[in-house]
C-alpha cells in the first residue's frame, strides 16, 4: 500500500491476556518507529528499528514490551500479560531516512487502539 | 536529555483569529532538528515543517508560519486567519542529530476553532 498500515485497528483484551500489533512500513523504508499514545498524553517513544543495526529499546516500559523487525521490513510489537494502563493507542512510523537528520520526516500509520479491560 | 514542553494543552479560538502554538525544548545537542505535527480528529499524524538547529530563519507556509528562537529555546506555530479544519491536535517535536535518535514529542495542544 502507499502508507504506514497497522492491524488491528482497535483491539480489546482482557488484563493478563498477551497481544500483538502489527505494522507494515512503507517499502523501501528503513527506519520504523513505535510510539504510545495515552488519552490527553503526547506520544511515547518505545522503540526504533534502524535497518540490520540493534533496535534502540529504550522507550520500551517494561519487559513485558517486545518487538521485532523481519526481514527489514514488517514489524510486530508484543505485549505479554496486559494490564490496564497498557490501554492507548499504539502508533507506527516508517522513515526513509537513517534518523531524522536527514528528510526527517515520519510517516505514520493511523494506529492501533487497546483496550485492555 | 531530550524534552519537548507545550504548556497550552487546549485553546479555543473563532474563526479568522491568528493563534499561536508555543513550543519550548531543551537539548544538550548544538545540532538538533525541530518538528511541528498536526493530528486531524481522523488521527493520522501529517507532518508540518522540519527546522534545524542552525536555520533560525522564521518560515512562513500559507497561514501558518514558524517563529524559531534559539536565544529561549522556543519553536512557535502561528496560525493565521484560523479555519474550522485548523481542528486538531498540534504537536512539537525534537530529534538530536545523532543518527538514530527518536524523535521526542511534546503533549500536544489541542486546538479547537469554532465558526
Known amino acids: 500500500g502507499a502508507g504506514v498500515s497497522q492491524s488491528p485497528s482497535n483491539k480489546v483484551t482482557e488484563k493478563g491476556k498477551d497481544v500483538e500489533l502489527r505494522c507494515d512500513p512503507i517499502?523501501?523504508?528503513?527506519?520504523l518507529y513505535w510510539y504510545r499514545q495515552s488519552l490527553g498524553q503526547g506520544l511515547e517513544f518505545l522503540i526504533y528499528?534502524?535497518?540490520?543495526?540493534?533496535?534502540?529499546k529504550s522507550g520500551l516500559p517494561s519487559d513485558r514490551f517486545s518487538a521485532e523487525r523481519t526481514g527489514g521490513s514488517v514489524s510486530t510489537l508484543t505485549i505479554q500479560r496486559t494490564q490496564q494502563e497498557d490501554s492507548a493507542v499504539y502508533l507506527c512510523?516508517?522513515?526513509?531516512?537513517?534518523?531524522?537528520?536527514?528528510?526527517?520526516?515520519?510517516?505514520f500509520g493511523e494506529g492501533s487502539r487497546l483496550t485492555v479491560l | 536529555a531530550q524534552k519537548v514542553t507545550q504548556a497550552q494543552t487546549e485553546i479555543s479560538v473563532v474563526e479568522k483569529e491568528d493563534v499561536t502554538l508555543d513550543c519550548v525544548y531543551e537539548?544538550?545537542?548544538?545540532?538538533?532538528?525541530l518538528f511541528w505535527y498536526k493530528q486531524p480528529p481522523s488521527g493520522e499524524l501529517v507532518f508540518l515543517i522540519r527546522r534545524n538547529s542552525f536555520d533560525e530563519q522564521n518560515e512562513i507556509s500559507g497561514r501558518y508560519s514558524w517563529n524559531f528562537q534559539k536565544s529561549t529555546s522556543s519553536f512557535n506555530f502561528t496560525i493565521t486567519a484560523s479555519q474550522v479544519v485548523d481542528s486538531a491536535v498540534y504537536f512539537c517535536a525534537l530529534s538530536e542529530a545523532q543518527a538514530g535518535t527518536a524523535l521526542i514529542f511534546g503533549k500536544g495542544t489541542t486546538l479547537s476553532v469554532s465558526s
Open positions: 517499502s523501501g523504508h528503513t527506519a
Open positions: 537539548t544538550r545537542d548544538t545540532t538538533y532538528y
Open positions: 512510523a516508517s522513515s526513509s531516512s537513517p534518523g531524522t537528520s536527514t528528510t526527517g520526516e515520519l510517516f
Open positions: 528499528f534502524q535497518g540490520n543495526s540493534a533496535p534502540d
